[in-house]
Every structure is written in C-alpha cells, then in structure tokens.
C-alpha cells in the first residue's frame, strides 16, 4: 500500500486515534470497539462527557483518547464523527464482499435421464 493512498492515510489516522504510537500498539478491546463504530454501531454506554477527552488535539481526535485505564473514550458524537471519517473502510469492505458473493455460473451435463414410476 502506498503512502499517499486514502487508505494508507486512514490506516495511519487510526493508529494515531488508538495511540499506537504512544503505547507500544494497540489492545483488541480498543480495536474492536473502533470497528464496531467504523461499521456504525452505535453504543450510547460507551460513550463520555466531552470534558474527560483532550480538546488540544485536532479535529477528529478532539472526540477521543486512551482513558487512564486503557480503554478508548469517545465523547457524545464523537461516534457519529469517526464513522464518518473512517466509513470508506466500511464501503470497501461491503464491496470486497460483493465481490466475493458473486455467483458463479457452471455448467452441468448429465449423463443419464431421469425416469418416473406411477406410485399410489
């Protein structure tokens, strides 16, 4: 994947989100909470006051951070805002199953006919 791929850039944005950087990669409770909200789950316990994530940050990353514990803190909209951001992952991945889904056409000969009997 090239760098200066929409992709690439997204993949990056997440990390940065997640703080891969900062804590030596990234927790798969993390990582599944943040596909949940790619794919437009919405978890209204799961979110926060705006006040406990960092308002320093730019404009997507304004809406989260890793709490004290580790844990990914969304502020309330801030899930409407990252599936908004990320939702080209979510596109691609329909249309990678699109593609996967697709049927194929094969052609059967037979070999012998079928034959009817008369039951009661």
């Known amino acids: 994947m090239a760098p200066e791929s929409k992709d690439f850039k997204l993949f990056k944005d997440m990390w940065d989100l997640l703080e891969g950087e ?26 926060v006051a ?8 730019n404009d997507l990353f304004k809406t989260a ?3 004290e514990k580790g844990q990914l803190l969304v502020c309330s909209g ?12 979510y596109v691609n991945r329909l249309q990678f199953e699109g593609l996967r889904k697709t049927v ?3 052609k059967i000969e037979l070999t012998s006919t079928p034959k009817y009997t008369k039951t009661s």
């Not at 899930?79 to 990320?86: A, G, L, R, S, Y």
């Open 65 to 67: 951070k890793i709490g």
């Open 22 to 47: 900062k804590n030596g990669g990234v927790s798969m409770e993390n990582l599944l909470y943040l596909m949940l909200l790619i794919r437009g789950a919405k978890l209204p316990r799961r979110e």
């Open 78 to 89: 801030g899930q409407d805002k990252i599936f908004v951001h990320f939702k080209d992952f």
């Open 50 to 57: 705006f006040d406990l994530v960092d308002i320093e940050r």
């Open 104 to 106: 194929k056409k094969v």
